[in-house]
C-alpha cells in the first residue's frame, strides 16, 4: 500500500498550505471572536479550485482524488477549522450528493455553481428530534402537481446562514419509515423557505450553524436526488464521504496542536532550561505524534478505497473516530504543555481545544462510528 504523494498531491498541498498560513491564520482568531463568516476565503477558495475538488470538470469542478482532497482539508483546518468544514460540507455533502445522484438539469443548474464557488452549499439532516437516528426525521415532502410541498425543520446546518442550496432530506412517505424517505435541492429564494436563528457554539464560531424552516415550501419535483424513497440512502452514503472531510478537519487541528506545542516548549524556560528538554514534555510529543501519524494513515487508507471506487464506510468511520479522539487529545496536550498561557486567548491552543470537539460529534457521533466498525466486524469474521 503506497502512501506516497505524487508531485501533483504536493502542489496542491503547498497551495493549500500558503493560502492556509498566508491568508486564513492571520484574520482567524478575530473571525472567531466575533463569530464572523469567512466568505472573502470561501471565495478565494473558489478560485483556488477547493470548493469542488472531486466534482468532474464537465461540471466545472476539478476532477481531483479524494487524497488530494484530504490534504487541502487537512491544511485549511491547520489554520481555521471553521473554513476547514465549509470546504468539507460543500464538497463532501453536497457536491458528492448532486452529482451522484442529480439529473442533468441539477448538475448544470445546481452542481457547477457550487463547484466552481460562484454559490455554497449546505446539508440538512438533523432536527430538533433527530440527530443520530436519521430515520425518525419529521419533515414531510408532499408532491402536489409538478411541485413538492415541504413542511418542517432542520437543525445544526453547517454554513445554514451563508449557503445558497441546500440538500434536504423529509419523508414521501412517512409510514414507510426510512424506506420513505427522499432527497432534495432547495433554494434559499424558494416560497416558504427561511433561515432560523443561529447557534453560539463553543467552537468552530466562524462557521455559521442555524436553524431552517420549511412552511410549504415549493420545491419543483426535478430537484428530487434520485427516486422517492432514496433520501435515506443517499444520505449514509454522502455522510460516509463526509466523514473522511471530519478526519481530515480533526488531523488538521491537531497538527496545529502539535506544531505550536513544540514551538512553545522550545521557547519556555523553567529551571534554567527549556522545558522541551524535560521528559515528560518529550513523552507528550511522543504520544501526539504517534496518534497522528496514525490517524493521517487512516484517513489515507479510507480515501484511497474510495477513489477505487471499493466499500469504505467502516474504513471512514475508524478514520473519523479516531482523528476526532486524537484532535482532542492533542489539543487537550497542547493546553497542558502551555499551562496557563495555554487557557488564554493569546494563543491559539485554547481555539484548537475548542474546535476539536465538533468532530466527536456531527456527520456521526464517537459513538454511531463505533457501531459502524463494530457491526462491520462481526459482518467480517
Not at 137 to 165: F, P, R
Not at 333 to 359: C, H, N, W
Request: charged letters at 25%; glycine letters at 10%.
Amino acid at each position: 500500500m503506497d502512501f506516497m504523494l505524487t508531485e501533483e498531491q504536493k502542489m496542491i498541498q503547498q497551495t493549500a498550505r500558503e493560502f492556509a498560513q498566508n491568508e486564513v491564520a492571520k484574520d482567524a482568531a478575530e473571525r472567531d471572536r466575533t463569530e464572523t463568516f469567512a466568505a472573502h476565503h470561501v471565495k478565494k477558495m473558489g478560485e483556488l479550485g477547493f470548493m469542488g475538488m472531486m466534482v468532474s470538470p464537465e461540471y466545472g469542478g476539478a476532477g481531483l482524488d479524494t487524497i488530494s482532497y484530504v490534504l487541502v482539508v487537512e491544511e485549511l483546518s491547520k489554520a481555521d477549522a471553521s473554513v476547514g468544514v465549509v470546504c468539507s460540507v460543500n464538497n463532501s455533502l453536497v457536491c458528492y450528493g448532486l452529482e451522484h445522484y442529480g439529473n442533468e438539469k441539477v448538475r448544470n443548474n445546481y452542481l457547477r455553481p457550487l463547484a466552481t464557488g460562484e454559490k455554497l452549499g449546505a446539508f440538512c439532516l438533523s432536527e430538533p428530534g433527530s440527530g443520530s437516528d436519521a430515520s425518525s426525521m419529521t419533515t414531510q415532502a408532499t408532491l402536489k402537481g409538478e411541485h413538492y410541498l415541504i413542511n418542517g425543520t432542520k437543525n445544526w446546518v453547517t454554513s445554514g446562514m451563508n449557503a445558497d442550496y441546500y440538500l434536504v432530506t423529509a419523508h414521501t412517505d412517512l409510514a414507510a419509515g426510512y424506506r420513505g424517505i427522499s432527497a432534495f435541492v432547495v433554494e434559499k429564494g424558494f416560497p416558504g423557505f427561511s433561515v432560523g436563528h443561529k447557534e453560539k457554539k463553543l467552537g468552530i464560531r466562524s462557521s455559521d450553524t442555524a436553524t431552517i424552516n420549511f412552511e410549504d415550501c415549493k420545491v419543483p419535483k426535478e430537484n428530487l436526488l434520485g427516486a422517492e424513497g432514496e433520501g435515506f440512502k443517499i444520505a449514509m452514503k454522502t455522510l460516509d464521504g463526509g466523514r473522511i472531510g471530519i478526519a481530515a478537519q480533526a488531523l488538521g487541528i491537531a497538527q496545529a496542536s502539535l506544531e505550536a506545542a513544540v514551538g512553545y516548549a522550545k521557547e519556555r524556560v523553567q529551571f534554567g532550561k527549556s522545558i522541551s528538554n524535560f521528559q515528560a514534555i518529550q513523552f507528550k510529543f511522543a504520544d501526539m505524534e504517534t496518534r497522528i501519524n496514525a490517524a493521517r494513515l487512516l484517513i489515507y487508507q479510507a480515501a484511497m478505497l474510495k477513489d477505487r471506487k471499493q466499500p469504505y464506510s467502516a474504513e471512514a468511520a475508524k478514520a473519523k473516530l479516531f482523528a476526532s479522539e486524537t484532535a482532542v487529545f492533542a489539543s487537550t496536550e497542547a493546553v497542558q504543555i502551555f499551562g496557563g498561557a495555554g487557557y488564554l486567548k493569546d494563543y491559539p491552543v485554547e481555539r484548537y481545544m475548542r474546535d476539536s470537539k465538533i468532530t466527536e460529534i456531527y456527520e456521526g457521533t464517537s459513538e454511531i462510528q463505533r457501531l459502524v466498525i463494530g457491526r462491520n466486524v462481526l459482518q467480517s469474521y
